[in-house]
C-alpha cells in the first residue's frame, strides 16, 4: 500500500509540474516576467503615461526578441497570451503614436508569415496603418527600400480579402495624403498574394484587435 501510495503521490507532482510549466507559471524568463507585471499595471491604469512608456520600453523591438517571448513552438513564455500583450499596443497608440509606430514597422519589417502571435502584429500594424496614416508612411520611407517591400508583403499577406477591409483602407489613405508611389506598392503585393494558389479560402487572417 506504501508503494502505491508513493506512486500517486508521485504522479500527482509530476502532473501538478507538468501543468504549471504549461501556464508558463514558473518557466518565465525575467523579460517575460516583467513584461507581464507592466500589462497587470497598464490594465489598472491603462492612460498612465508613465505606465504605458514603461511598457513599450520594455515591449521586443525586433523580431528575434518578439517571437522568443510571444512564438516559442513549445508554447512556453508568453505564447499564451501573446494576443492580450501585442493589442494593448493598439490601446497605447492613441497617446503614444509615435513609439508604438516605430515598433510595429520595426518588427513587421522582419516577420514572417504566421499564426497567432504573427498574425496578431500583422493585424494590429494594419490597424495603425490605417488610423496613422501619414506617420505609418513616415516610418516606411525611413527604412531602406528592401524593408518597405518585406513590410509590405507581410501586411498583403492573407488568404482571403473579403475579411480584411484595412488593406483597402491603407491604400486608400496613402492615395489621400499624395503617397502614391506607397499605395502602388500595396496593389502590387495584394494584386500578387490574390495570385497565389490557395487565396479565398478562410483562414489566416490577421487577428484585430477587439476582434475586429
Known amino acids: 500500500m506504501r508503494i502505491i501510495a508513493a506512486s500517486i503521490t508521485a504522479l500527482y507532482l509530476v502532473l501538478g509540474t507538468t501543468v504549471s510549466l504549461w501556464a508558463g507559471e514558473s518557466t518565465l524568463s525575467p523579460q517575460a516576467q516583467e513584461l507581464k507585471s507592466l500589462l497587470t499595471s497598464l490594465k489598472e491604469r491603462p492612460h498612465d503615461k508613465s505606465i504605458q512608456m514603461q511598457y513599450l520600453e520594455k515591449f521586443p523591438k525586433d ?3 518578439f ?22 499596443l493598439y490601446g497605447i497608440e492613441q497617446d503614444q503614436p509615435d513609439t508604438v509606430g516605430k515598433i510595429l514597422v520595426g518588427l513587421s519589417k522582419d516577420a514572417p508569415q504566421g499564426a497567432d502571435a504573427l498574425s496578431s502584429l500583422q493585424g494590429v500594424t494594419a490597424q495603425y496603418a490605417v488610423k496613422h496614416t501619414a506617420t505609418f508612411a513616415k516610418l516606411l520611407h525611413s527604412h531602406t ?64 484587435p477587439g476582434g475586429v
Request: no cysteine.
Open 67 to 88: 517571437r522568443y517571448l510571444f512564438d516559442q513552438s513549445d508554447f512556453s513564455e508568453l505564447y499564451l497570451d501573446s494576443e492580450e500583450y501585442i493589442s494593448s
Open 145 to 208: 527600400e528592401s524593408d518597405r517591400s518585406n513590410l509590405i508583403k507581410y501586411l498583403a499577406d492573407v488568404e482571403n480579402y473579403n475579411f480584411y477591409p484595412e488593406y483597402q483602407h491603407i491604400i486608400t489613405n496613402l492615395r489621400k495624403i499624395g503617397e502614391t508611389n506607397l499605395a502602388q506598392q500595396f496593389e502590387a503585393a495584394r494584386s500578387k498574394r490574390m495570385k497565389q494558389k490557395g487565396h479565398g479560402e478562410l483562414r489566416d487572417e490577421p487577428s484585430m
Open 63 to 65: 523580431i528575434g526578441a
